[in-house]
């Protein structure tokens, strides 16, 4: 996990005049899991297509495992790759499918055996090695996609939001089928999605992307404790880490929704009476008595999912706000309730975004 | 009581889809007949004795047993049949192959290569279909004249595929476009380049497109006329048209009805052969499980 095996230096990509990515810098260690989250449209996946060489770089420098790749094809990159839509030759069997990159790179008959063999042996998808992609279900259709980006042995996979075209229980069981490949292969793996759970449980680090660039690159623990502004706040997290407009009252205490409490943050540089935004997040909200820094807000709405309880609230001021509720006596949408937050989970983030420490 | 009326109204049921099924069945049957009656009339006239031929078309069927004076009587015109039906075929089938290989390229190249004035270009070449075939024959004449072209059946091939590649790029440029990027990008990294990647991924999928092309270019080729008088000069060169032109006119003013309809038939063939043979390529599905 040491050695480098991914380097990414100064990434630009123009499309004509606009530049969609604007100087991306990026370490992936060898061996680690990085997911590429965003909203759509942030350069995640043009990010990706350019590590894989199907998206010229307009600028920078691409170093997979200490050679430069940028301006190798992408046959010579040693990467792999499985598409969101599969991409399987429909006029080729599984087999055939899974020979294609080794026959284009000459290897020797009994080696593309071999290594035919035991991908399908590790994908569980020995027995329809002569069936057509169209005879197949999407999840088997994925797994040949998947074994076909194995059999060629790469440095680095690079998955596009392989799961997307998936059912959500098949999604599931391929999203552990992917973490428990990466643990046997140990291989580099770069994955793009949108989707929270697929980024939080599979990556050893996350890099939250916005407009082409880099927002916060850490551990999923590390993003989701503590963002490093206001948008990866908001973005990771579902239900999304509640922003609450506030004013900064100097001595590490704020107002919110009319309620002051204290804040650990020393707030250099922050004039008394700035505008700021208190985040939280759902979970660490509390249902109290009141008192001492509660917030009072009234219940809109409450969803009931079994093991735990949303509380949509609105705010005095008219500010919304989620709860989580685990425990209690019941409470049911119209009632009033007072909120407290756990000390150590209040958040705080300038006007401009970034995070207040 | 209610058994019964229960079973009288399925019986009446099964009658109204039996009846309902009768009358689809018998309409296709009409439209099927009304397709096959004219060559199976031309067939059929065909086979009838040499002096049979000059009578009244009625009954269409050879009344005095089966002979094939019509086919001999056929072989007499020009540099005889054989002869003919073989430039026909060597024209067509070298339209074929010179239109797919090219449009396949072209269409490729279009779809797929970005270049400076890319849809100038296509515009320009769709916008020929707009000039009539009849208004450039004599610069095309001109042109092959200069070539050393004229009377020779690759002069004529070179016009035909000329006449024949607008609609075959646009053809082909619009099957290529359907093939999904994703596979070309598989493709890609799995270290296969611009003629492999065409040649080894891209055409199977573009079959049907190619399909099409070619029962385009066979047919037409196979059918004109116009061109075929006009740039071939020498009798053992004509195509089968000319031929059925000098059949059609007679000698002496005495019209060989025999061998008219023979020759009717021995033109039809091909093009059933043809399109039979590929009228399975047009069938959907292919791309059934390459992505989604």
């Known amino acids: 996990m040491n050695e480098t095996g991914v380097v990414l230096t100064d990434i630009r990509k123009n499309f004509g005049s606009l530049e969609v990515i604007h100087g991306i810098d990026l370490r992936i260690a060898e061996g680690s899991f990085v997911v590429f989250v965003g909203p759509s449209g942030c350069g995640k996946s043009t990010l990706l297509r350019m590590i894989a060489g199907l998206e010229e770089v307009t600028d920078g420098e691409i170093e997979i495992k200490g050679r430069n790749v940028t301006d190798l094809d992408p046959s010579d990159r040693g990467i792999a790759m499985v598409f969101q839509s599969y991409a399987l030759y429909p006029h080729m069997s599984v087999r055939e499918n899974l020979a294609f990159g080794l026959k284009m790179a000459r290897t020797e008959t009994a080696e593309i055996d071999a290594r035919v063999k035991a991908a399908s042996a590790i994908l569980k998808i020995d027995h329809l090695l002569d069936r057509r992609p169209g005879q197949l279900s999407g999840g088997q259709r994925q797994r040949v996609a998947i074994g076909r980006a194995i059999v060629r042995k790469p440095d680095v996979f690079l998955f596009d939001e392989p799961l997307s075209n998936l059912d959500a229980e098949l999604r599931v069981s391929m999203r552990i089928e992917i973490a428990r490949l990466h643990r046997e292969l140990g291989n580099t793996m770069i994955y793009v999605t949108h989707d929270q759970t697929e980024a939080m449980t599979l990556a050893d680090k996350i890099v939250v992307l916005r407009d082409g660039r880099i927002e916060q690159a850490g551990t999923p623990r590390e993003v989701y404790e503590n963002p490093a502004n206001i948008f990866v706040a908001g973005f990771i997290g579902s239900p999304r880490m509640n922003l609450l407009d506030a004013v900064w009252l100097g001595n590490g205490r704020v107002r919110v929704a009319g309620s002051e409490m204290s804040v650990p943050v020393a707030g250099e540089g922050l004039q008394s009476r700035e505008k700021v935004s208190f985040g939280a997040r759902p979970e660490h909200l509390f249902v109290t008595d009141g008192g001492e820094g509660c917030i009072p807000a009234k219940v809109d709405f409450a969803e009931y999912l079994g093991g735990t309880q949303y509380l949509y609230c609105q705010l005095a001021d008219g500010q919304p706000l989620i709860a989580e509720y685990r425990s209690g006596p019941e409470i049911n949408a119209g009632s009033t309730i007072a909120l407290s937050v756990d000390n150590n989970q209040r958040r705080l983030f300038a006007a401009d975004g970034r995070r207040l420490t | ?292």
Not at chain 2, 29 to 41: K, N, V
Not at chain 2, 44 to 52: D, K, P
Not at chain 2, 114 to 124: C, S
Not at chain 2, 259 to 282: E, H, S
């Open chain 2, 1 to 292: 009581m209610n058994r019964s009326s229960m079973s009288l109204s399925r019986q009446r049921r099964a009658r109204k889809a039996f009846r309902a099924e009768s009358a689809y069945h018998a309409t296709g049957l009409a439209i099927a007949l009304f397709f096959l009656a004219p060559f199976a009339i031309t067939l059929l006239a065909s086979f009838r004795h040499g002096t049979e031929a000059r009578l009244p078309p009625l009954p269409p069927w050879p009344a005095n047993g089966i002979s094939f004076d019509s086919y001999r009587s056929l072989d007499t015109f020009g540099a005889g049949v054989w002869q003919h039906t073989f430039n026909s075929l060597l024209v067509s089938l070298a339209t074929v192959a010179l239109t797919v290989a090219v449009s396949v390229l072209a269409g490729y190249g279009f779809s797929r290569y970005r270049f400076p004035l890319k849809n100038v270009l296509f515009v320009l070449i769709i916008a020929t279909l707009m000039i009539p075939f009849q208004s450039i024959l004599t610069p095309l004449f001109i042109i092959l004249a200069r070539l050393g072209l004229n009377n020779s059946l690759f002069g004529l091939t070179l016009v035909y595929v000329t006449l024949q590649l607008p609609f075959s790029v646009f053809m082909m440029r619009n099957a290529f476009d359907a093939v999904p990027k994703e596979i070309e990008e598989a493709a890609r990294i799995d270290g296969a380049r611009d003629l492999k990647l065409l040649f080894r991924v891209l055409m199977p999928l573009v079959l049907p497109g190619i399909a099409t092309v070619a029962i385009f270019a066979f047919l037409n080729a196979w059918n004109e006329f116009l061109a075929a008088l006009v740039l071939l000069s020498s009798n053992e060169k004509y195509t089968l048209p000319v031929l059925m032109m000098a059949v059609r006119a007679g000698r002496l003013g005495a019209v060989n009805w025999g061998a008219v309809q023979a020759g009717v038939a021995v033109m039809t063939l091909p093009c059933l052969v043809v399109f039979l043979l590929l009228q399975r390529y047009y069938m959907r599905g292919l791309m059934a499980g390459a992505v989604k």
